[in-house]
Nanobody, 124 residues
Framework: QLQLVESGGGLEQPGNSLRLSCAASGFSLNEYAIGWFRQAPGKEREGVSCVRQSGSSINYAGSVKGRFIISRDNAKNTVYLQMNSLKPEDTGVYYC?????????????????WGQGTQVTVSS
């Protein structure tokens, strides 16, 4: 069964850090671009960041520039999202997605696999 499983979410205070993990089972992540999306309560899902098959990355959300870092470890079949200097507006459910072909896309609908999501809450 092809699966993406996110972990690492939780409750964190503003200014602190969290690292999310996205682990794949049933397929090899190194053939895919991996994206992170998030959805805050009452808002549409938005693209956060994506890492291409090559390892280069792109941030789709301007608000995370300089704070979030996406990386991949193909040997562990896992992609990470390091989130630093967290803000309350980072609160939401974070999803990882996989797209065949190795290139990123900003639209959620252009990805082939999705995880179940992990909740991130930033609050004092």
């Amino acid at each position: 069964q092809l699966q993406l499983v996110e972990s690492g979410g939780g409750l964190e205070q503003p200014g602190n850090s969290l690292r999310l993990s996205c682990a794949a089972s049933g397929f090899s992540l190194n053939e895919y671009a991996i994206g992170w999306f998030r959805q805050a309560p009452g808002k549409e899902r938005e693209g956060v960041s994506c890492v291409r098959q090559s390892g280069s990355s792109i941030n789709y959300a301007g608000s995370v520039k300089g704070r979030f870092i996406i990386s991949r470890d193909n040997a562990k079949n896992t992609v990470y999202l390091q989130m630093n200097s967290l803000k309350p507006e980072d609160t939401g459910v974070y999803y990882c997605t996989a797209r065949r072909g190795g290139w990123c896309a900003q639209s959620w609908n252009e990805y082939d696999f999705w995880g179940q999501g992990t909740q991130v809450t930033v609050s004092s």
